[in-house]
T-cell receptor, first 115, second 114 residues
């Protein structure tokens, strides 16, 4: 099941530069997209989300872009900080009759921000 | 900030034994979820729960699994007769009863089946 794909298992950037994490999806029914950050031995921590009626959402250093025609979203972190080093998961959900809105996750991208 | 709490953090169980994983969702949340992550694989949905009943479950969630909200604060996942392949991190999540709200996750229970 490859409905949500993160094709880069890892990314390394210098402190202060921009980090761009990418995610592709195949299910056109997805209407809500999220990014989670995960440190070892912790659960996924919600970072930022975007609904399908928007193409951009910004929260401080984090911006998510959604390109529905390409079924692609990206997370931009600028400026990147060493504390941003973690695994980043892209997730998506589709509105269902039962209201479940289960999340479908990508495999994650490990971001390393070097001082 | 309110958070989802899970206990225990690590559970070691013999194959064939029953195990109960416990979760306390965020207090004003009404949707509850269990996910699992087998080592090296994706986080996968198991089940969602709303209004005291299962709203959706995955193929993984077979008759060996059950969920319960025994009181106003706890949400449990029971595996009746554990198998080696049940070894995984199990995450509980909850969200508000409004559209397009993020799910908030606990730190997980690492289940090891021997």
């Amino acid at each position: 099941d490859q409905q949500v794909k993160q094709n880069s298992p890892s990314l390394s950037v210098q402190e202060g530069r921009i980090s761009i994490l990418n995610c592709d999806y195949t299910n056109s029914m997805f209407d809500y997209f999220l990014w989670y950050k995960k440190y070892p031995a912790e659960g996924p921590t919600f970072l930022i989300s975007i609904s399908s009626i928007k193409d951009k959402n910004e929260d401080g250093r984090f911006t998510v872009f959604l390109n529905k025609s390409a079924k692609h979203l990206s997370l931009h972190i600028v400026p990147s900080q060493p504390g941003d080093s973690a695994v980043y998961f892209c997730a998506a959900s589709a509105e269902t009759q039962g209201g479940s809105e289960k999340l479908v996750f990508g495999k994650g991208t490990k971001l390393t921000v070097n001082p | 900030e309110p958070e989802v709490t899970q206990t225990p953090s690590h559970q070691v169980t013999q194959m064939g034994q029953e195990v109960i994983l416990r979760c306390v969702p965020i207090s004003n949340h009404l949707y509850f979820y269990w996910y699992r992550q087998i080592l090296g694989q994706k986080v996968e949905f198991l089940v969602s729960f709303y209004n005291n009943e299962i709203s959706e479950k995955s193929e993984i969630f077979d008759d060996q699994f059950s969920v319960e909200r025994p009181d106003g604060s706890n949400f449990t996942l029971k595996i009746r007769s554990t198998k080696l392949e049940d070894s995984a991190m199990y995450f509980c999540a909850s969200r508000e009863n409004r559209d397009n709200q993020p799910q908030h996750f606990g730190d997980g229970t690492r289940l090891s089946i021997l």
